[in-house]
């Protein structure tokens, strides 16, 4: 499979501010769990994000990347929330 050079970036971009949002949902969290709890977790965070360009290369990045921010989510529970903007 062969990608233009700006698709990995745009899909770089893209997910990158995926995982930001679990990382800003995990930090208003931060109060109610250990320090053992969230440290390895934002350690993830971090190590997925500094990984996404070599990820975006692979030829099932997408299948690999969905599957991580799933994971995520059920730690973060960041698809349940609701951005207080949004609400009336």
């Avoid at 250990?34 to 996404?52: M, N, Y």
Wanted: glycine residues 4%; charged residues 25%.
């Amino acid at each position: 499979m062969t990608q233009s050079s700006k698709a990995p970036r745009t899909f770089t971009d893209f997910y990158r501010e995926e995982f930001l949002k679990h990382r800003r949902c995990l930090e208003q969290q931060r109060e109610y769990y250990s320090d053992g709890a969230i440290t390895p977790v934002e350690e993830a965070l971090t190590r997925i994000i500094s990984q996404l360009e070599h990820l975006s290369q692979k030829e099932n990045a997408d299948q690999v990347v969905s599957q991580l921010l799933r994971k995520f989510n059920v730690v973060t529970g960041l698809s349940g929330w609701s951005d207080p903007k949004n609400v009336h």
